[in-house]
């Protein structure tokens, strides 16, 4: 079955501290996709990374950077020198390929809230 | 602003009633998702449309019904409304192609039944 663990409920950091949000999925299928969403106190959801199965390459966005481990089936996100904006909930997701040109919907993680202080 | 756009932003409604949540995709986008998210439950998948037709259906009551019209634009039905029903509902769309599988949100309808 689709699952996606994000063991952290919460973390607090100081600005400019470091921050790594796990992420663990469980899937059968060979092709998946992979998301991180961002949920800021406003409430919209926002887009930040789409991963596919295949391409296990790191990919680093200004202060973000996910690493995705087939192996340990994580897709792990670090913000880099964090900032009060960064303050969110963050979201992992899991879609399966499904045929006929559409895709599959999101699985969610539980989610992580991020506070940064000050 | 992730182009899709949803309306009303805040809706309050009492039991027993029945509330219609409307969305427009991106342009371009063929494919719409709605999504609920509430406290005990979280982010959960309703339904799937994909150019006027439903293909997917994920935890949604046999309360809630959805269309999508020939202009894309879909609407979520919710009749019978109970307490727990309250939630903020989402709606994404995506361009439904190879190689491109991004959903983008619209801002959410927060429903409040009392």
């Known amino acids: 079955a689709q699952k996606v663990t994000q063991a952290q409920t919460e973390i607090s950091v100081v600005e400019k501290e470091d921050v790594t949000l796990d992420c663990v999925y469980e899937t059968r299928d060979t092709t998946y996709y992979l998301f991180w969403y961002k949920q800021p106190p406003s409430g919209e959801l926002v887009f930040l990374i789409r991963?596919?199965?295949?391409?296990?390459q790191n990919e680093i966005s200004g202060r973000y950077s996910w690493n995705f481990q087939k192996s340990t089936s994580s897709f792990n996100f670090t913000i880099t020198a964090s900032q009060v904006v960064d303050s969110a909930v963050y979201f992992c997701a899991l879609s399966e390929r499904r045929g006929g040109g559409s895709q599959g919907n999101l699985i969610f993680g539980k989610g992580t809230k991020l506070s940064v202080k000050p | 602003d992730s182009g899709v756009t949803q309306t009303p932003k805040h809706l309050i409604t009492a039991t027993g009633q029945r509330v219609t949540l409307r969305c427009s995709p991106r342009?371009?986008?063929?494919?719409v998702y709605w999504y609920q998210q509430s406290l005990d439950q979280g982010l959960q998948f309703l339904i799937q449309?994909?150019?006027?037709?439903?293909?997917a259906k994920g935890n949604i009551l046999e309360r809630f019904s959805a269309q999508q019209f020939p202009d894309l634009h879909s609407e979520l039905n919710l009749s019978s409304l109970e307490l727990g029903d309250s939630a903020l509902y989402f709606c994404?769309?995506?361009?439904?192609?190879?190689?491109?599988?991004?959903?983008?949100f619209g801002p959410g309808t927060r429903l409040t039944v009392t």
């Open positions: 342009s371009g986008d063929l494919s």
């Open positions: 449309y994909y150019n006027g037709e439903e293909r």
């Open positions: 991963r596919n199965s295949f391409d296990e």
């Open positions: 994404a769309s995506s361009v439904a192609s190879r190689g491109t599988y991004e959903q983008y």
